[in-house]
């Protein structure tokens, strides 16, 4: 009965270079979304997705940054171009139906540091 | 618009004591969702409660407990007879039903509790 699944725990990068995160959802989850863990600046909302198709990006940055979830495998946070200011924790959290009162369930995150 | 503060940043208690956090939102939804988390030190964020507006019976789970206030906006979370165990930093999330469900984060308390 795995939990929410995200790889690399950890990641570092050098400026300009592309980070790849992955998520795989509780078994039975459709909704994905994905935080973003700022030190200082607590846990931000980044875009909700169900399969094949973004909700809700209003939390992702207009440049650089995109996500999906494809009708077969992980969901993916992309970040191209990755600059020191993209060093965070990333979390990505599963829910089984729609609603508000679902729960989220979040896996272990991704520490990506930016060299 | 919509808010969660929890106002103390951290908190050291000794192994035993009784310990409360506070969360207070803002919301303009009658219908809403709050949420703790607890961050341990490893740093996975783990689900304790979650609570609809619509409920306002508070809720004891072992040592952990929960008042919900609509009057005041708060919905705060007890400790009684802490242990090390509970050294994490704890967060409150809002949910609001028009809004895609996401996560509306506090900044966390740091909870210290020293043998």
């Known amino acids: 009965n795995a939990g929410v699944m995200q790889n690399p725990r950890h990641l570092v990068r050098r400026r300009g270079q592309e980070a790849r995160l992955r998520c795989s959802p509780m078994?039975?989850?459709?909704?994905v979304y994905w935080y973003r863990q700022l030190p200082e600046e607590g846990l931000k909302f980044m875009v909700y997705l169900q399969k094949e198709n973004i909700i809700d990006e209003s939390g992702m940055p207009k440049e650089r940054f995109s996500a999906e979830f494809p009708k077969e495998g992980p969901s993916i946070l992309r970040i191209q171009q990755v600059v020191r200011g993209d060093s965070a924790a990333y979390f990505c959290a599963s829910s089984r139906d729609q609603g508000a009162k679902n729960i989220q369930y979040f896996g272990a995150g991704t520490r990506l540091s930016v060299l | 618009a919509q808010k969660v503060t929890q106002a103390q940043t951290e908190i050291s208690v000794v192994e035993k004591e009784d310990v409360t956090l506070d969360c207070v939102y803002e919301?303009?939804?009658?219908?809403?969702?709050l949420f703790w988390y607890k961050q341990p030190p490893s740093g996975e964020l783990v689900f304790l409660i979650r609570r609809n507006s619509f409920d306002e019976q508070n809720e004891i789970s072992g040592r952990y407990s929960w008042n919900f206030q609509k009057s005041t906006s708060s919905f705060n979370f007890t400790i009684t007879a802490s242990q090390v165990v509970d050294s994490a930093v704890y967060f409150c999330a809002l949910s609001e039903a028009g809004n895609n469900r996401k996560l509306i984060w506090g900044l966390g308390t740091s909870l210290a509790v020293n043998p």
């Open positions: 078994k039975g989850h459709s909704h």
């Open positions: 919301t303009r939804d009658t219908t809403y969702y």
